[in-house]
């Protein structure tokens, strides 16, 4: 088994580490001091099970849980027994330990995390949908600002545009400058909802007032369409 | 009143007596370092930021078999994210107090 360590505090890292090097088929592959490197480092490698400090400054471990896609089996470590009960909500999270692990405590842990691993069948989603959280995550962006993941959810992205080597999103309220392609963020759009007018531009459709000529209005903004993206923009118009 | 000790450390480590300097050093590291953020964050007044502080803390004290402080630190957590501070002079009596003992390990 692989697993890596998430927690702000390295007293607490070197504890989950001395308890890994007791268990004979568990390799550390990776240390993180915040959930954002480790969220990176998931999405390069698969690992089998994260220990994971629930509590985190900015970013919480069931914010962890529920920004993963394909969420690998967690452990939480806190000292904040009452957390529990939400924990457990996700198919993802395994256990749940309360600090200072003890050897003991941690053998059992293994043990369950050795048996939830068993279970799994190849592809199992991360969140447990019955809880109503799964669906919502479909609906949402994460975006990566100063190292805190920012959630922006889909109804409220007006234009995202793309500015040399970042994107600007634009939504009702703010607008966000984040370093990616627009080819990437447009992987991660719905179709359904967001369409691209322009080399530089995807819209969100249901955010158009009106359209004119080679342009179209989105609140205030007028956002040039191309020729060759203006065909699919009029097809999927509702035409009178 | 409670004195900070050992005991978890020594049975974290086992025989591992390079993993137990490791570890003490770690700690004599990391704990002065939340001390001063601590008591910045008190100075200035940001209440939560102090709290999130008093969490990470209130680990070291039960890694330091500390209980009776432990409890307390629960507590005052939650009165800072109130955004109370009655508690803060007892609980840096206990900073204090484990920052004389890692002087002496």
Redesign the interface.
């Known amino acids: 088994m692989t697993c890596i360590i998430v927690d702000d505090e390295a007293t607490a890292r070197a504890i989950v580490g001395k308890h890994c090097s007791a268990v004979a088929d568990l390799d550390v592959v990776g240390e993180f001091d915040n959930a954002i490197d480790a969220i990176k480092f998931l999405n390069q490698q698969d690992v089998d099970v994260v220990f994971l400090d629930i509590h985190m400054p900015g970013f919480s471990g069931v914010d962890f849980v529920q920004t993963l896609k394909n969420c690998p089996k967690v452990v939480l470590t806190t000292s904040d027994t009452e957390f529990a009960i939400a924990a457990y909500e996700y198919e993802a999270i395994v256990d749940y330990m309360v600090k200072p692990l003890t050897a003991d405590r941690f053998q059992k842990s293994i043990q369950k995390v050795k048996s939830a691993l068993k279970k799994q069948p190849d592809s199992v989603p991360s969140l447990n949908t019955n809880v109503g959280t799964g669906a919502q995550a479909e609906q949402d962006l994460y975006i990566n600002i100063d190292k805190r993941l920012i959630k922006l959810h889909f109804n409220e992205i007006l234009v995202v545009k793309a500015q040399g080597d970042y994107i600007d999103i634009t939504t009702e309220n703010k607008e966000y400058r984040v370093h990616t392609t627009l080819k990437k963020v447009k992987d991660k759009l719905p179709e359904k909802i967001f369409l691209q007018i322009h080399r530089s531009y995807i819209i969100n459709f249901s955010k158009i007032i009106d359209i004119e000529d080679n342009s179209v209005l989105i609140k205030k903004m007028v956002i040039p369409i191309s020729r060759s993206n203006r065909p699919e923009l009029m097809r999927r118009l509702n035409l009178v | 009143m409670e004195e900070p000790n050992l005991k978890?450390i020594k049975?974290?480590?086992g025989d591992?007596i390079e993993?137990e300097q490791?570890?003490i050093s770690?700690?004599k590291?990391?704990f002065p370092m939340e001390r001063a953020t601590y008591k910045e964050h008190i100075d200035s007044k940001n209440m939560n930021e102090a709290a999130?502080v008093v969490?990470?803390l209130?680990?070291?004290f039960?890694?330091l078999s500390m209980e009776e402080a432990y409890r307390f630190a629960?507590q005052f957590e939650e009165q800072l994210r109130a955004g109370k501070t009655d508690m803060d002079s007892d609980f840096r009596i206990t900073l204090t107090q484990i920052d004389n003992f890692l002087k002496t390990i």
């Open positions: 978890y049975e974290l480590s591992d993993f490791k570890f770690i700690l590291d990391e999130d969490h990470k209130k680990h070291k039960n890694i629960v």
